[in-house]
């Protein structure tokens, strides 16, 4: 594991503070590294903005830039174990929802790359006898790229992809948990041949790091995935310097069982809505609503389910659940639990860190079912990011739609009914940026997302994902041989 950070395509040491990667299963040490300085910014900051400008990169047709995207794809897939591994040590996700993740930032390459291949300007239908008009889409510049510690490797690629894809030059803040993954991106990208200075890899503290580099003069797009306030203070930031913004930020999603579903494939699928990766998502499906009719049903079905999940060591085969990404945030975690049991909620299943003295070393917290609150209650309006489930019942649609929308975020839901009627209408109701429909966390990088409310401005992925890195120009072509008579 390197020792080194990424700056501006050479790597050297940090000038910053000392850094410890450790592994949240057993607190052992990854790596010990020096965290990028002030003066890595300005380095980085400045390299990229001379990177961009120059015709090496911008000023190659898009199928070239693709072709760098496509060695990244297939270096990615060529060593999915290796970095299924090194994600696993990183922010302690199982093995198996790891590799999901490195297959993910392979396909989001190669998806990118084609993208970048056909990518087109338009030809506006304005046209008379004295000029027609046509529009093109130009980089912006540097971009700044902010990652979290959920799930590296898929969110740093869904940024540099589309971004380089668009001619610009990235400096990419990985979260200060875990640096890993991006710095091996980095090296994947100069092996690929990634011209110099259009990526550098600065970990670091947020507050000290990140807020330098979204600051920086030169830089002119923030792209940050990650908790709302620090969404709220970057927006703040952005609006200052007059650049754009791409946030996807909390939520606290609303998953719902309706009375014609079936049962047995909802309650699978919001299990695994909620306590896959641990309920660390932002799209984690954490208040659930079954209609009453089937609420005693359900919730016994769901106790029992999630009471079996295995909890245990990331790197164990079968296990559902590793551990929280650090035992501060477990002990957050284990306060919202507290806090619904004042509340008067009724812990149905977990509730504790488990006993088990091989996981004691480690974050660990067991998969978690709450019923019996109110619905303006804590937990069922505050983001937890763990594995916590709060279940309601609902009455009537009316009740259940007002329910669902009342909460300050709007990133995702789940709706489980065998009448796709029903669904689709009901889903048009909610304040949501993706619904899912008897399924749940499932994704395609073609697909645009993001979010409602405090979950954030702007979309990422899709077609469009590339012009969100991009500023369009619009040029006049004049067709009328005689002068103007303005001046006559």
């Known amino acids: ?199 550098s890899v600065l970990p670091g503290r947020g507050s000290v790091i990140g807020e330098a580099i979204v600051r920086h003069p030169k830089v002119r797009k923030i792209s940050f995935t990650g908790g709302t306030n620090t969404g709220r203070h970057l927006a703040h930031i952005a609006a200052d310097k007059l650049i754009g913004t791409s946030l996807e930020l909390g939520g606290k999603s609303p998953t719902i069982i309706c009375e014609d579903a079936d049962l047995e494939q909802a309650i699978k699928g919001v299990a695994y809505g909620i306590f896959s990766s641990a309920g660390q998502a932002c799209i984690a499906g954490s208040r659930l609503f079954i209609q009453r009719r089937l609420y005693d049903e359900a919730i016994e079905r769901l106790t029992a389910i999630t009471r079996n999940l295995r909890v245990g060591h990331p790197e164990t085969p079968g296990i559902h659940l590793g551990p929280l990404i650090s035992e501060r945030h477990r002990d957050s975690v284990a306060a919202y639990v507290e806090r619904a049991r004042e509340e008067g909620g009724n812990i149905r299943a977990g509730g504790r860190i488990p006993d088990s003295p091989e996981l004691s070393n480690g974050s660990f917290y067991l998969p978690t079912l709450i019923d019996g609150l109110a619905h303006d209650s804590t937990v069922c309006q505050e983001e937890i990011f763990g594995p916590v489930l709060v279940a309601l019942p609902y009455d009537d649609e009316d009740e259940l739609v007002g329910l669902a929308n009342d909460n300050a975020y709007g990133l995702a839901a789940g709706i489980w009914s065998r009448d796709y009627q029903r669904a689709l209408r009901l889903a048009s109701k909610l304040e949501a940026g993706t619904v899912w429909i008897n399924t749940y966390k499932k994704f395609s990088i073609s697909t645009p997302f993001g979010g409602y409310k405090d979950s954030g401005l702007g979309r990422e992925k899709g077609r469009q994902g590339i012009h969100a890195y991009m500023q369009q120009k619009s040029l006049y072509l004049g067709l009328d041989a005689t002068p103007m008579n303005w001046c006559d």
């Not at 300085?37 to 961009?52: I, R, T």
């Not at 396909?107 to 993208?115: L, P, Q």
């Open 1 to 199: 594991m390197t020792d080194k950070i990424f700056v501006a395509g050479e790597w050297r040491e940090g000038r910053g503070d000392l850094m410890v990667s450790r592994f949240p299963a057993d607190g052992s040490i990854n790596a010990e590294l020096n965290a990028a300085s002030l003066e890595d910014v300005e380095d980085a900051v400045q390299a990229a903005d001379a990177a961009w400008r120059v015709p090496c990169w911008r000023g190659r047709q898009p199928h070239e830039r693709a072709e760098v995207l496509y060695r990244v794809s297939d270096l990615i897939k060529a060593r999915v174990d290796d970095l299924a591994a090194l994600q696993t040590r990183d922010n302690g996700k199982p093995l198996a929802e790891a590799r999901g993740l490195v297959a993910s930032a392979a396909a989001t390459a190669r998806y990118f790359a084609a993208a970048c291949e056909t990518l087109e300007g338009e030809l506006p239908t304005q046209r008379n006898s004295d000029f027609m008009t046509l529009s093109q889409y130009e980089p912006l510049g540097v971009i700044a790229a902010i990652t979290p510690w959920n799930s590296p490797i898929a969110s740093e690629m869904q940024k540099i992809a589309p971004a380089l894809a668009g001619g610009n030059a990235v400096v990419l803040k990985p979260a200060e948990a875990t640096p890993l993954l991006a710095l091996k991106l980095a090296e994947l990208f100069e092996e690929a041949g990634l011209p110099k200075g259009l990526l």
